[in-house]
């Protein structure tokens, strides 16, 4: 079992949708959760981080992670066409060195 | 936010010479960098992680004498590709952690690497 699970897609969505992207983890210890951006052919992009669990909001993008669940999620609001990239989960814990990777979810949003 | 550039973005090289790669944090000073590998619609493979003054750590698999890496200043982490083949083409990406800032890495923009 991989320690971080996230469905690769393609998602594909009409603009305007929520779109709700989603990693599930096995290790309890990880407190750091990250959500990177990467267009293609580009190195990832951080869009945010949350420590613990709980919500985070940035403009369209909230992050929510919960602990008991071991689930975390980034949700996108009124998806526009240059969302369309690869979305990638990270997390890590306190006082580790590595962070851990998802395989990434390609989003597609359509005109 | 943090700036990671990298240098060159592209590069085609033959068979059997060496590539530098570097990396280097613009506007803060990173003790820890990272090296990537990705292939086509996979996801970060971690090769490395570099500590300034010290020598980098290996996962499991890489080959340190294949890949060298020199952290020589808080600011630049090199990436040495040495005797490449075209297996090792692939999309090269460094990080850095910044300092005090949870535990996030800012990503550099990658160098592609074409070994004919």
């Known amino acids: 079992q991989k320690e971080v699970e996230q469905d690769p897609g393609p998602l594909s969505v009409p603009e305007g949708a929520i779109v709700s992207l989603n990693c599930t983890y096995s290790n309890s210890a990880f407190q750091y959760f990250m959500w990177y951006r990467q267009y293609s052919r580009k190195g990832p992009e951080l869009l945010m981080y949350t420590y613990s669990s709980g919500n985070k909001e940035d403009g369209r993008f909230t992050a929510q992670v919960d602990k008991s669940s071991k689930y975390i999620s980034l949700f996108i609001r009124d998806s526009q066409p240059s969302d369309s990239a690869t979305y990638l989960c990270a997390m890590s814990y306190t006082g580790g060195f590595k962070t851990i990777f998802g395989a990434g979810t390609r989003l597609f949003v359509k005109a | 936010g943090a700036v990671v550039s990298q240098h060159p973005s592209r590069v085609i090289c033959k068979s059997g010479t060496s590539v530098k790669i570097e990396c280097r944090s613009l506007?803060?000073?990173?003790?820890?960098m990272f090296w990537y590998r990705q292939f086509p619609k996979q996801s970060l493979m971690l090769m490395a992680t570099?500590?300034?003054?010290?020598?980098?750590?290996?996962e499991q698999g890489v080959e340190k004498d294949k890949f060298l890496i020199n952290h020589a200043s808080l600011t630049l982490s090199t990436l040495t590709v040495t005797s490449a083949h075209p297996e090792d083409s692939s999309f090269y990406i460094c990080?850095?952690?910044?300092?005090?800032?949870?535990?996030?890495?800012?990503f550099g923009p990658g160098t592609r690497l074409t070994v004919l």
């Open positions: 570099s500590n300034e003054g010290s020598k980098a750590t290996y």
């Open positions: 506007d803060f000073q990173a003790t820890t």
């Open positions: 990080s850095a952690r910044v300092p005090g800032v949870a535990d996030t890495q800012y």
